[in-house]
């Protein structure tokens, strides 16, 4: 069975929270804050794997802290484990919490895995197919859940957002404005799930804004996969060697609750069905306030 021949049926809910920040905290600590999204009505939270806590261990944790959230990994790096591996560990968490897991996997980045992980990058649309045929034939003999939990794809070109349609339950599209969700959706069709990322900055100075979203956003422009993203939707060379106000700004959201909700309204304009809002912070500080000033606002 592959994964678009069942229905998408977890309801991660139109807005969610995507962050990286809980990784710096101890997990005692962790548990009290998921606690406290719950409560705040944040349907769903999107953590990452880099070099940082296992995400297979971190959602169980979060998980285990909540009854209702929904943990969904943006995303595992399929370079670090077996594929039997990550099905099984799918299986296993989705079971353990009740299908609260959305597993979102992808093939990252070349710096990451060749020059982190010392692992070939050669083909990663091949070992992305090939990854994804031997987690469908993985056999798996312990206890799990009833129907095979679903998997979405970090994708941002045509071919790997086409393979997300055909063999997944969607896309988790991340560091893209709204125009390369229309983009998406296109690609993809009108039925697979597409999840992007949207950084947002509540911060109503022009200058200190920028200078926080570039300060986040310099590391992906290293990374060639999205800066080649960026060349396909139209931003130029000069535009990434200076982090032009242009580029800046259709990244990163900024400035009053207005604007933030406008932009996450123009993915939805755009196809999207779940937009993760990622808080930006000075240093990865914990962004408890802005989180609850944006689950009021928002939710």
Not at 176 to 198: K, Y
Request: proline content about 6%.
């Amino acid at each position: 069975m592959t994964f678009r021949e069942t229905e998408f049926e977890m309801d991660i809910g139109r807005i969610g929270l995507w962050q990286g920040v809980l990784d710096q905290q101890p997990s005692s600590q962790v548990r009290e804050v998921v606690a406290e999204l719950e409560e705040m009505g944040w349907p769903t939270v999107w953590i990452p794997e880099a070099v940082g806590r296992d995400p297979f261990v971190s959602a169980s944790v979060m998980l285990g802290a909540t009854s209702t959230l929904k943990i969904a990994t943006g995303i595992v790096q399929i370079h670090a484990r077996h594929p039997m591996t990550t099905a099984a560990a799918q299986k296993t968490v989705a079971e353990a919490f009740d299908n609260r897991f959305l597993l979102g996997i992808g093939v990252s980045h070349g710096p990451f895995i060749e020059g982190i992980r010392k692992l070939d990058y050669s083909k990663p649309y091949s070992f992305m197919v090939e990854y994804l045929n031997e987690m469908d034939g993985a056999m798996y003999m312990a206890a799990g859940p009833e129907e095979d939990p679903p998997v979405v794809l970090a994708a941002l070109g045509p071919k790997m957002l086409a393979l997300a349609a055909e063999r997944t339950a969607g896309a988790h599209p991340y560091f893209v404005p709204p125009e390369h969700t229309a983009i998406a959706r296109e690609v993809m069709g009108p039925d697979a799930l597409l999840a992007p990322e949207q950084k947002v900055c509540l911060e109503t100075d022009a200058d200190a804004a920028r200078t926080l979203a570039r300060e986040n956003m310099a590391l992906y422009l290293g990374l060639p996969n999205y800066v080649n993203n960026l060349y396909r939707l139209g931003f130029t060379e000069e535009d990434v060697a200076e982090q032009s106000d242009r580029l800046v700004d259709a990244i990163v959201a900024w400035g009053e609750l207005d604007t933030i909700r406008d932009r996450i309204q123009a993915h939805h304009d755009a196809g999207a069905d779940h937009v993760a809002v990622q808080v930006l912070t000075p240093r990865g500080e914990l962004p408890l306030a802005q989180w609850r000033t944006l689950a009021d606002a928002l939710l």
